[in-house]
């Protein structure tokens, strides 16, 4: 795992943070996961497709960045529902298919740890013929899966958003045979202002950030009007360090971090750099007008007094360094 996937899955996996995108984009904004409802399971997702255990040549095995299980009220019953995350700092041009995989084998662990419950239990004995050889019962529910995958960079998303843009030119009738797969995308450039208050955590930090990284005037008043920005924690610089360059530097012996101050730093620095780097260069042009001068003088000392480059600078008396600066000049 890299620098970039490190950072955002150990950001993403904080409770309040996973709640936060979920009601964001599916609730937009408002408070229904509660994060303590959230219970973490294993992101290795393994099963076999197709066939048992002799028709299948090798198991597939997937690992997700988080997934967790949330039980919820609704209609004065038990909801249970599982939440995925895939953290994307580059874009997938396959995304679609890799989320489907995904997807498709947890619902196959689903159904075979259904099977195995029953097969423990010995409660296949009075069912019908069928529903023992499928190993899942007709009364048997699966929990549905929602993928987010959540894009960490200030670029538009352009990859396909379904399996159905993937495709060539098909005709409508096939099309309409073959299950389309769309994934759920959280992307930075594509939020609206206004939306990001919708968050209610450090996410509206970080992602609003991360849309106006490449624009430094829009970031600027993006970090003036957010008092937020002056307590920023050590993970979420991590994730804007590795995702976009900030180049912040957190705060030694702080758990907090002031960026508005970092990047006022940054942008002195920046500025004493360039000043230097323009008084360079004028000094070397300065240097190569006075070299031209020079060389024009040794010339023509050279044409009217018929003196060797070596006399012509003798009778100049130029130092050391001149000459060494003029003589690829002369030819």
């Known amino acids: ?10 950001y993403m996996r904080q409770i309040e943070i996973f709640a936060d995108i979920f009601n964001f984009y599916i609730y937009d904004g408002k408070q229904v996961i509660d994060p303590a409802s959230l219970e973490e399971l294993d992101t290795r997702e393994l099963g076999v497709p197709y066939g048992g255990e002799k028709g299948a040549r090798q198991p597939v095995q997937k ?27 580059n874009i997938h041009y396959a995304m679609p298919v890799k989320n489907m995989v995904y997807d498709a084998l947890q619902y196959a662990e689903q159904v075979e ?10 409660d296949y004995r009075n069912v019908a013929g069928d529903e023992y050889l499928s190993g899942f019962l007709k009364r048997d529910r699966l929990l549905p899966v929602v993928t987010l995958v959540v894009y960490f960079d200030s670029k538009e998303w ?12 098909q005709d409508k009738k096939i099309l309409a045979l073959v299950p ?23 996410l509206k930090e970080v992602l609003s950030f991360i849309k106006y990284a ?3 005037a829009a970031l600027k008043k993006v970090l003036e009007d957010n008092e937020a920005f002056r307590h920023l924690g050590r993970e979420e610089v991590d994730v804007l360090n590795a995702c976009v360059g900030a180049n912040i530097a957190p705060q030694k012996g702080e758990e907090e971090t002031d960026v508005c101050l970092a990047i006022e730093q ?12 323009a008084t360079q260069k004028a000094a070397q042009k300065a240097r190569n007008e006075q070299i031209a001068v020079l060389a024009q003088s040794v010339r023509n000392l050279m044409e009217h007094l018929n003196l060797t480059v070596e006399q012509a600078m003798d009778a100049m008396g130029m130092s050391e360094q001149d000459r060494q600066d003029v003589l690829p000049l002369i030819s």
């Open 63 to 89: 690992n997700r960045d988080i997934m967790k299980s949330v039980i919820g009220m609704a209609d004065q019953r038990t909801a249970y529902l599982l939440l995925a995350i895939e953290n994307q700092s």
């Open 1 to 10: 795992m890299g620098v970039k996937d490190t950072v955002t899955t150990k």
């Open 266 to 277: 940054m942008i002195e620095e920046a500025a004493q750099e360039a000043a230097q780097e």
């Open 158 to 169: 352009d990859g396909p958003l379904s399996i159905h843009e993937m495709f060539q030119d």
């Open 180 to 202: 389309d797969y769309k994934i759920n995308l959280v992307s930075p450039a594509a939020i609206r202002d206004d939306d990001f208050d919708k968050f209610h955590t450090s």
């Open 113 to 122: 740890s259904a099977a195995a419950s029953h097969r423990k239990s010995g």
């Open 214 to 216: 490449r624009n430094k």
